[in-house]
């Protein structure tokens, strides 16, 4: 199977028997992997968000919409869109706000300490990559996985 929807149901499938047999604190992985594989727009913003915060300790709205139209066009749609999405971030606790209106810090990096967790992401990761193959230190610093924090040992990969 390639890249389509036999492997989103497929990783979907994994999740569910994780989340089952896992504790609540995993959700947010499995949600997370999920939404990166199936939204492209989600995908699209979280990187933005990961490649602002290598290089700050503050991302603005502003700063997120300005490359997210680069890719989506601007529109007051996209605009929007990016608001709830970056929202949706501050409520699941992966960005928090500041004093400053439209101004984001990371909050601290989610943990776990099942592999199998920590594998699944990996694999939900490199799946919604638009270019799925690259070098194996690359993989533990996908952008898009800012809010997580990834010490899987590199002989379980």
């Known amino acids: 199977m390639g ?7 497929l990783l979907q499938g994994r999740a569910l028997k994780i ?5 609540p604190g995993t959700r947010l992985w499995l949600q997370w992997g999920m939404m990166l594989l199936a939204y492209p727009f989600f995908r699209d913003i979280a990187t933005i968000i990961g490649r602002l915060l290598t290089l700050q300790n503050e991302v603005s709205l502003q700063q997120i919409s300005r490359r997210l139209a680069e890719c ?4 007051a749609t ?7 999405v970056v929202r ?14 439209g101004i984001y810090v ?7 300490t099942s592999e ?6 990996l694999e939900a990761l490199l799946r919604s990559e638009p270019t799925p193959i690259m070098p194996l230190q690359q993989l533990l610093q996908i952008p898009s996985a800012f809010p997580f924090h990834l010490d ?3 002989v379980a990969i």
């Open 3 to 9: 890249k389509g929807t036999g492997w989103h149901r």
């Open 72 to 75: 989506w066009g601007e529109r």
């Open 19 to 23: 989340l089952l047999e896992s504790d």
């Open 152 to 154: 899987i040992p590199v």
């Open 88 to 101: 949706s971030m501050v409520d699941w606790g992966v960005l928090e706000g500041t004093s400053t209106k």
């Open 116 to 121: 199998d967790v920590q594998l699944w992401f």
């Open 106 to 112: 990371p909050a601290a990096k989610k943990e776990t």
């Open 78 to 84: 996209v605009r929007r869109a990016c608001q709830r």
